[in-house]
């Protein structure tokens, strides 16, 4: 009996750690690991931070991401919170692809921090506790799948002077944060029809850019692209172009892609950046081409010139 | 077309050859379907087109995936199974588990396992090699196809509209075999003839 309390004396003593630090209990489940984490101490009132979901999976076992792919399933965080907070939606980092037998699935192997913004309310009394609650469900596939989820919490100390910060802590999310799509970038991207290929043009934003390993696609939508073919690129004048198959069932013209395109090299598209977000319409590749050559000979790429440092932002 | 133009189309069309050998399902909806041959786990022999005339369904399965689960711990699919067999339309039931992987049980355990989840297939064949799943391009567990009476492939793809492993999300979920099932008993054609398929990869 007395060993028993002991080990519940310990528990309590753990906990309160817990609440101290802003850091809860991990869950194992489905050979993954889940914690929720936060790189500040304490909030302040009306003060955006930071909520990680730590997940660290066993070797060989993956999880999914916002598009699994052909086979998976995407985390999910349903958070739980005090009246008047707001959580933004999971920043996605990149994924890699994963090739099987007969499947192509998008997701992380190693570990992973899905990184969501939470909004407390202005009004909150200081030195209250907060307790944010999440139920967060996952697919975790080795050679088998197994659903995992796991109920998590963490509590928060309100302050009005300024947290302090958990270094290891930030430099995990700065890390994480470097694996985001960029959403603002000096390249730009141009996608056409190509018979049962999509053409992605990418137009760099000097003339000196270097080879990548690889560059892969990864759509936002499920049914838009064949996640099993591979996908091509080459360097061209300006740029690269990536040649992705189209999916089967996808369903009737496809009129705009959206996704991430990752960029196999250390310095990435910019600043060691290797993601960029994508939402740009799918064009008619002759059509466009005939009627700019009909107008001028060289009048497409004089527009391609003309289109590098101006027009900036990927996003449309 | 200038010449950039002309010499990437024939870089694509040539990758296209090479390097993209299209590995998407190796079936094509309104197209004829594939005959097989194989004997089932209560050893007759099953084959389309001793079915030819009927409508035919393939559910592929694996009883240890989480996706099929959801399917069969709710009952969902064999109450479906029971109301097409009823109908007179044959329903498959194909597991293409390799030995040694998940969700691969010898006949005479896939019987056992069927007949207590109180499954209604029409039959149940075990495909270890892997060889009618390849065939139809199965992709997940579940991943279900339609045959229509003259061998005319009429659906490819997902069970419903919502991927995932919890029983509830079923209700909700438009379930795509069940509409074009209906629609075809109805003598109308399928709305939604292909879909992507969603679950655990085929455990070839």
């Known amino acids: 009996m007395a060993k028993k309390y002991r080990y519940l004396i310990g528990i309590i003593f753990f906990l309160a750690v ?89 997701g992380y192997e190693g570990e992973t921090i899905l990184l969501c913004e939470l909004k407390p309310p202005a009004g909150l009394p200081d030195g209250s506790v907060q307790k944010i609650k999440a139920h967060v469900t996952w697919l975790a596939c080795g050679n088998i799948c197994v659903p995992g989820k796991a109920d998590l919490s ?11 910060v958990n270094e290891p802590v930030r430099e995990m999310f700065k890390k994480t944060m470097m694996d985001w799509p960029l959403t603002q970038s000096d390249w730009v991207v141009k996608a056409y029809h190509e018979g049962e290929y999509f053409l992605l043009h990418l137009m760099a934003p000097q003339r000196r850019f270097s080879v990548p390993k690889q560059i892969e696609f990864f759509p936002d939508a499920n049914d838009v692209i064949d996640h099993k073919a591979s996908q091509s690129f080459r360097k061209v004048a300006d740029g690269y172009d990536l040649v992705v198959s189209k999916s089967s069932a996808a369903k009737g013209d496809i009129s705009q892609l959206k996704g991430v395109l990752f960029l196999d090299s250390d310095e990435g598209w910019q600043e060691g950046r290797r993601a960029l977000a994508v939402d740009t319409a799918v ?34 | 077309m200038n010449i950039r133009v002309r010499a990437l189309f024939w870089v694509i069309v040539l990758m296209s050859a090479v390097v993209f050998p299209r590995q998407t399902a190796a079936l094509t ?14 050893g007759q022999e099953q084959s389309w087109s001793a079915y030819k005339g009927k409508y035919v369904v393939l559910e592929w399965f694996n009883f240890d995936c989480p996706f099929v689960k959801k399917h069969y711990e709710s009952g969902n699919m064999q109450r479906l199974q ?34 207590e989840k109180g499954a209604n297939a029409t039959a149940v064949i075990q495909d270890a090699d892997g060889a009618i799943g390849r065939l139809y391009g199965a992709k997940t567990t579940p991943h279900m196809f339609i045959i229509a009476p003259l061998g005319r492939l009429v659906y490819d793809g997902a069970i419903d509209s919502i991927p995932g492993t919890d029983q509830e999300e079923i209700a909700g979920a438009i379930n795509y075999v069940q509409e074009a099932l209906n629609a075809l008993l109805q003598g109308r054609s399928v709305a939604v003839g ?11």
């Open chain 1, 154 to 164: 963490l509590s928060l100390t309100v302050g009005l002077q300024e947290p302090s």
């Open chain 2, 82 to 115: 029971k109301k097409y067999t009823e109908q007179g339309i044959i329903w498959i039931s194909i597991c293409s588990s390799a030995a040694g992987k998940q969700g691969y049980y010898n006949p005479q355990e896939l019987s056992r396992l069927a007949q």
């Open chain 1, 18 to 106: 817990c609440v101290g630090t802003g850091f809860a209990a991990p869950v194992k489940d489905a050979h993954t690991r889940v914690e929720l984490i936060t790189e500040v101490s304490g909030i302040q009132p009306g003060r955006p931070f930071w909520v990680g979901l730590h997940m660290k999976m066993d070797d060989k076992w993956q999880v999914y991401w916002k598009n699994p792919g052909d086979s998976g399933l995407a985390t999910v965080i349903q958070w739980e919170l005090p009246e008047g907070f707001n959580a933004g939606d999971i920043q996605w980092p990149f994924p890699i692809r994963m090739d099987y037998p007969e499947v192509t699935s998008y």
């Open chain 2, 29 to 42: 909806v309104g197209e004829q379907a594939p005959d097989f041959t194989a004997v089932d786990i209560n």
């Open chain 2, 194 to 204: 292909l879909t992507k398929s969603y679950g655990c990869s085929v455990k070839y």
């Open chain 1, 283 to 316: 064009l008619d590749k002759s059509t466009e081409e005939e009627a700019l050559e009909k107008a001028a000979p060289s009048a497409l790429n004089r527009v391609r010139a003309s289109s590098f440092p101006s027009n900036g932002n990927v996003e449309k």
